[in-house]
């Protein structure tokens, strides 16, 4: 089965953000950052763009299955 990887940490660090303020701007709690972040969630479509827009990038430049 293939393994969901995320460049969200990355990402976050750059932007300097914590992950409850990536959260809050995308609306989901924060526990749902951290398992996105150790490939335990697969986000919807509409959370990934969302994700995505708040980095100003793709959904394919911020996940990807291996």
Do not use: C, N, W
């Not at 940490?9 to 932007?15: L, Q, S, V, W």
């Not at 953000?17 to 959260?23: C, I, R, S, V």
């Amino acid at each position: 089965m293939p393994e969901l990887k995320t460049k969200l940490k990355e990402y976050r660090a750059i932007f300097d953000m914590k992950q409850g303020e990536l959260a809050e701007l995308v609306g989901v709690r924060r526990e749902t950052i951290i398992r996105l972040e150790k490939g335990q969630y697969v986000p919807s479509l509409k959370l990934a763009m969302d994700i995505a827009a708040v980095f100003g990038t793709t959904v394919e430049e911020l996940f990807s299955f291996e």
